[in-house]
């Protein structure tokens, strides 16, 4: 968030952000005290290993026939907040970690692999399901959700069926 701008400018494609979030995020910021710092975490599948994607939001991108899981990553977000003592200004700092979905579904013991599946097919369950949609869950959804359970082939296509 840029000094002088709200959420509303920073979350504006988020779904139902507006209704359902703003106001409490707006308290929640402005109640952040000089001193305190705050973490959070997100995450989503990226198709592709660039870092900065906009275009790629949601349904907006074409669907595609293959998946290739060479090219897709686990993208996970470290946020942090803090406001600073002389502006009173909320700093709003982030780290990106990209992770490919063969490593995810490699690691040792499965966890991972496992609660991202149900991270995955959680999306339409919640108070927000638009955000399967969001995440661009229909077009890699169903592909990540099989490589990553039965290990999958390096291309996963719709015809195959899962």
């Excluded at 001193?35 to 870092?51: D, E, F």
Aim: hydrophobic share 30%; aromatic share 10%.
């Amino acid at each position: 968030m840029v000094k002088g701008r709200s959420t509303d400018d920073d979350k504006g494609p988020v779904p139902r952000y507006k209704e359902k979030l703003q106001k409490s995020m707006d308290r929640y910021f402005t109640s952040i005290p000089v001193g305190k710092y705050v973490k959070r975490a997100n995450w989503s599948i990226s198709t592709n290993p660039t870092l900065h994607n906009p275009s790629g939001v949601g349904t907006k991108r074409p669907p595609t026939t293959a998946n290739d899981f060479s090219n897709c990553h686990l993208r996970c977000e470290r946020q942090t907040l803090h406001r600073l003592p002389r502006s009173n200004a909320l700093v709003f700092a982030f780290h990106t970690y990209m992770t490919t979905l063969s490593e995810v579904r490699d690691e040792e013991g499965g966890t991972i692999a496992a609660e991202l599946v149900a991270a995955n097919e959680g999306l339409t369950k919640g108070s927000v399901p638009e955000m399967y949609d969001y995440k661009g869950v229909a077009i890699w959804g169903e592909g990540v959700r099989h490589f990553l359970r039965r290990g999958g082939r390096q291309k996963y296509s719709r015809e195959y069926g899962g």
